[in-house]
């Protein structure tokens, strides 16, 4: 364990804190305190004995022993001689709520160099966050209010956004934190170390993530491969999700190779769950840490409206989930259960003769989730509470699905189809009993659908991990340069991948060579600053004899020395014409 490393673990689990700054540093302290810190909280200020209801020292020295965490929130200016004397003293590590670093451009970039580098093996966090929140412990650095409370286990949520990880912590969607850190501008740590620090934390059960870029993706991997292989899975909201890669310099449609295609494919690759929103993020835990990943795209949907069944089915299918046709002898046993009114489906509308009948609806899940289905799905949207009736019943329902999806050993969840119809007393009695109460038919949907990978991911990792690492990635030694096509169809070709017979000659050759190789033929000039050659009509195909050849090669060159009349034009790639191909694909390295 690197010292930095050791470091962050004393501020996650703090004996001690302490709060350097004025008023930002002292409400930040007693958030603290009021979330029941339970070791020493002290005040560095020059310029107070006190810092609210607490001790207050001259300075970074004058405190009774190294603090195992640190809030600051002084002038940026300032806080690089802070960190400086954190790091002198033997701090454990510093959320850095100051501003105006990298973010602020120019000076501030500079600045933030010096920062880094002073740091040390400071657990540093930030600059530019709204701090950090320790629900297990209470060991608030925080200098707002915020929601949530002490949990034994939660997720944990790392956020770049300060503003994303302060209205979560207020969610009314039933999903509890253990820890909520803002990542800020990154300068010493990154989303990777947060999560190798917490990934063995028996108080986390998943990782909800706001990343905009990650600064080390090997080990990024390597930590998410370690979270899936412990059943603590990820999800992601990724901001930045339209900027087009600006270094695909090779590859002919840029927009392919964008780095957002990047991150979905590493996502994709282990078992990372992506969502597009805050509210698509938090049910998607709920599923996750209450009722379990899918077991695949086989869904068992339960309605008691024709409607609901079939806004189920439509939502689903366009996810890509699957609604199995019923067999035959649970068709007739639902025929058997079910009122003359209902139809054998699924989704199935179960209708309202049924209503509040737990051990008849009992029967009724269980035929069809025993069925063919790798997760159950129950829509019910509750009346308010003062319909003290109405909601024995539903919740009734609920009871006698939970039973039979609990006998099946499939994941299950009810959800309403609007997220507001759901209270939090029916939502807390769901989690109970191991059911996912979901609020809100499409986040719901897209929160089932999106995490029918996980399992299959998982699998890998018990069959063959090093399926699931990234490359180890090689430096390059002096400057890259761009192959020509017709060198790297030869690198292909030694690598027995089949390219098109042709021949690379001078311009006053090109005839000749096309008669060599028969009709039709495509012809290109090559080199350097010809990656893109349709751009600068540097290539004709289809060209059905001699005179087609020359004529095609003086268009080019009239094309050429008009867009780009510095280029050299005196190789020539003279290729078979392929017809008919199965598919195109573009690869760019």
């Known amino acids: 364990m690197t010292a930095t490393r050791h470091n962050l673990e004393r501020l996650l689990s703090p004996r001690h804190a302490a709060f350097i700054g004025g008023e930002d540093a002292m409400h930040a302290a007693v958030r603290c305190a009021q979330g029941g810190f339970s070791g020493d909280i002290w005040g560095v200020n020059p ?115 300060g503003m994303f990880s302060g209205y979560v912590t207020t969610n009314q969607l039933s999903v509890a934190f253990s820890y909520v850190i803002g990542s800020g501008n990154q300068t010493c740590l990154g989303v990777e170390d ?49 900027e087009v890669g600006a270094s695909s310099t090779v590859t002919h449609t840029g927009s392919l190779a964008g780095t957002d295609a990047f991150y979905q494919a590493l996502f994709d690759r282990l078992g990372i769950v992506r969502v597009a929103t805050p509210s698509q993020m938090l049910e998607t835990l709920k599923l996750l840490t209450v009722a379990g990943a899918p077991n695949g795209k086989k869904l068992a949907a339960f309605t008691c409206s024709g409607g609901d069944a079939a806004m189920v089915a439509d939502g689903g299918t366009l996810l890509g989930l699957e609604f199995p046709r019923v067999s035959l002898s649970a068709r007739n046993t639902l025929n ?54 109405d909601v024995a019943m539903y919740r009734t329902d609920a009871r006698a699905f939970a039973a039979a999806t609990a006998a099946a050993g499939v ?20 989690s ?48 890259p340069l761009a192959v020509d ?45 010809f990656e893109h050659k349709t751009d600068l009509g540097a290539v004709r195909v289809g060209l059905e004899n001699r005179a087609a050849v020359s004529h095609a090669l003086v268009e080019m060159v009239s094309s050429i020395g008009k867009i780009a009349p510095s280029l050299v034009v005196d190789q020539v790639l003279v290729e078979e014409m392929i017809h008919a191909p199965v598919a195109e694909l573009l690869v760019g390295v």
């Open 194 to 242: 947060y999560l190798e620090a917490l990934v063995h934390n028996p108080a986390v059960n998943a990782f909800g993530l706001y990343v905009e870029a990650l600064r080390d993706i090997s080990r990024f991997a390597e930590v998410a491969i370690e979270a899936l292989a412990r059943n603590k899975p990820i999800v992601v909201l990724k901001g930045g999700a339209s």
């Open 485 to 529: 096509e017709w060198h790297g169809k030869q690198l292909l070709s030694a690598a027995g991948i089949e390219v098109p017979r042709g021949h690379c000659v001078a311009l006053d050759a090109v005839e000749d060579a096309a008669d060599a190789l028969g009709y039709p033929v495509v012809v290109k000039f090559i080199g350097t600053g």
């Open 432 to 479: 109970q009993q191991g059911v996912a109460p979901l609020q809100g038919l499409g986040d719901a949907l897209m929160a089932i659908a999106a995490s029918t990978n996980i399992k299959k991911r998982r699998q890998c990792i018990f069959s063959n991990r090093d399926e699931l690492r990234l490359p180890p990635v090689q430096a390059i030694n002096g400057t």
């Open 411 to 430: 994941p299950a969840a009810v959800c309403s189809v609007l997220a507001e119809n759901f209270d939090a007393e029916s939502r807390s009695l769901m």
């Open 47 to 161: 310029r107070r004995t006190t810092l609210g209801d607490f001790p207050c020292f001259r300075s970074v020295g004058d405190l009774p022993e190294p603090p195992d965490a640190v809030f600051l929130a002084v002038p940026s200016t300032i806080a690089v001689d802070v960190v400086a004397q954190l790091a002198a003293i033997g701090a454990g590590g510093v959320v850095c709520y100051t501003a105006g670093f990298r973010e602020s451009g120019g000076a501030g970039a500079e600045l933030e160099k010096v920062l880094a580098k002073v740091a040390g093996d400071l657990a540093l966090v930030g600059p530019n966050v709204f701090g950090l929140l320790n629900y297990v412990s209470g060991a608030h650095l925080w200098p707002y209010a915020h929601g949530g409370k002490r949990v034994e286990r939660g997720v944990a949520l790392v956020s770049q956004s």
């Open 336 to 389: 058997e259960l079910l009122p003359p009114i209902a139809s054998v489906s699924n989704p199935l509308d179960y209708t309202t003769p049924l209503w509040g009948k737990e051990q008849a609806l009992t029967q009724v899940f269980n035929t069809l989730v025993r069925d063919d289905c790798d997760m159950a799905l129950l829509v019910q949207d509750y009346p308010p509470l003062d319909m003290a009736h």
